[in-house]
């Protein structure tokens, strides 16, 4: 059975987003539309909130650390992350599905098209999922990914970061974006960060939190997501 929601959303704040076509980013070149955006108005199928039981949650998604054991523990800096999923009148929206996938410590994806010269942890898939609860909370337990080679530029390598994507209360509040630490030196020359304007970058950047942190075992990383409206976080538009 599918909720309704209200008719009218607040508009995306668009200033907040990366540009479909960024001149440092040199792919965005063939795949960012040429010709400005037709605006639609929002359909029924739009203002539809996308189902997700319980009952589709294995017990282990959140927890990359366990959810592809094969022979031992994965290798890497442990890690919670943690936050708060938000609507664009910063209410929680609970009972969502919010997705994650990442490399693994050494920078490699479980891919057949990421053939960086890494080693694969043959007990870490790097994908994970999770139902936010009643106060619209989430939380994974993970590795922290290490930074990779893309070529995108000479000496081009993307920071340590983390995909996360989510529909919350409707179809127009889908949002896939990244998710980056707090002092990567790699920040300043990655075109995926700096193709978002400068002051909403910090919307993509965790939070360390001494108080998520685990005593002895895991590093924890406070990172809230704001689905649409005026303090949106950006989506990632390549």
């Known amino acids: 059975m599918l909720t309704k929601t209200p008719a009218t959303l607040t508009p995306r704040d668009w200033e907040a987003h990366p540009s479909y076509i960024y001149t ?97 942890d043959p007990n870490f898939l790097g994908a994970g999922r999770c139902l ?18 893309w070529g995108n530029h000479p000496n081009a390598w993307r920071p340590q970061h983390i995909h996360l994507s989510l529909f919350g209360q409707s179809f127009a509040s889908r949002l896939v974006t990244q998710m980056y630490f707090p002092g990567d030196p790699l920040l300043q020359y990655d075109p995926m960060v700096t193709g978002t304007p400068e002051r909403y970058r910090n919307r993509l950047i965790a939070d360390f939190s001494l108080d998520i942190t685990e005593e002895g075992y895991a590093l924890g990383y406070q990172f809230d997501i704001v689905l649409r409206g005026a303090d949106e976080t950006p989506f990632e538009n390549r």
Do not use: C
Request: hydrophobic share 30%; proline share 8%.
């Open 132 to 149: 936010t609860d009643s106060e619209g909370r989430y939380r994974f337990l993970t590795i922290k990914p290490g930074a990779y080679p």
């Open 24 to 120: 440092g980013y040199k792919s965005t070149a063939k795949r960012g539309p040429q010709k400005p955006l037709v605006p639609l108005k929002a359909s029924l199928g739009e203002l539809q909130q996308p189902v997700y039981g319980h009952d589709s949650i294995g017990e282990l998604d959140h927890d990359l650390t366990r959810n592809a054991r094969k022979n031992g523990e994965p290798l890497g800096e442990r890690m919670i992350l943690t936050g708060q999923v938000l609507d664009e009148r910063r209410r929680p929206v609970a009972n969502t599905l919010v997705e994650l996938w990442q490399a693994n410590a050494s920078g490699r994806y479980v891919h057949k098209v990421d053939q960086h010269d890494a080693p694969l």
